[in-house]
């Protein structure tokens, strides 16, 4: 059942629109599924040495606890009013967990996809809060209208803005965009963003989600690569059978 929380207003739909994120600071996420959450993030970066410990795969270490986050009212209930009432979870893209300690992290702005092929929406749920002090994201408001360039780098992913000339003008507007522990920041996977440095003595555990309308021309979707959160995976291509 969706909560009034969930619901997005029209002003809040179109600011996502207009500008290419939104914050959620109370999206009314239980605190026992917060605290479960943190607890597979923080297990499983406890094994690695890096200070900025990132879990990929999260949610195949851990399906049921995973699952019930990524398919919460709360989320969905936001996601569909952005996305469309079938929407998916993308398993190969995001799908992790980070903590920043102390010192972790030098900015660089960058995109999480090329071009808006299927489209990536973003959501990041922070355990801890968000300041500019441990790392918040900053974001370049209205940066997915900007020309999309291509990507230079042998393994793919996204764009690094300061690797292409035509974005220079853009770097220096970024604005941090502060979150409270339990709230999420939405955005559009063609925003330019970046994690800020985390110059408090205390870390900033999150997990990084991503989320896609669900393809309605793909015959043959993967399901090792996508789950459905709301409604359904259809096919409306007019190659049917008659």
Request: hydrophobic residues 40%; contains cysteine; neutral net charge.
């Amino acid at each position: 059942m969706l909560t009034k929380q969930s619901m997005l207003t029209e002003q809040q739909a179109r600011h996502f629109r207009d500008l290419g994120y939104l914050r959620l600071p109370d999206p009314g996420l239980p605190r026992d599924l917060l605290d479960d959450v943190a607890g597979v993030v923080r297990a499983r970066a406890a094994r690695l040495p890096a200070r900025q410990a990132k879990v990929y795969r999260l949610y195949q270490h851990d399906r049921a606890v995973l699952h019930r986050l990524v398919a919460h009212p709360a989320l969905t209930g936001a996601l569909t009013a952005l996305l469309g009432p079938n929407v998916v979870y993308v398993l190969n893209r995001h799908n992790q967990g980070s903590v920043n300690a102390p010192g972790a992290q030098e900015p660089r702005l960058h995109r999480d996809i090329l071009q808006p092929t299927r489209g990536l929406l973003t959501a990041v749920l922070y355990f801890e809060d968000a300041a500019i002090e441990t790392g918040c994201t900053w974001i370049v408001p209205g940066s997915h209208r900007a020309p999309y360039v291509g990507v230079p780098q042998p393994d793919g992913g996204g764009t690094w803005m300061d690797e292409h000339p035509e974005l220079a003008d853009l770097i220096d507007q970024a604005v941090p965009v502060p979150v409270p522990a339990g709230g999420i920041l939405l955005f559009d996977g063609t925003v330019f963003h970046t994690v800020g440095p985390n110059t408090s003595a205390t870390t900033r555990t999150s997990v990084v989600l991503g989320y896609r309308s669900a393809d309605e021309l793909d015959a043959h979707p993967d399901p090792d690569r996508q789950v459905v959160v709301a409604g359904s995976q259809l096919y409306r291509g007019n190659d049917r059978p008659n």
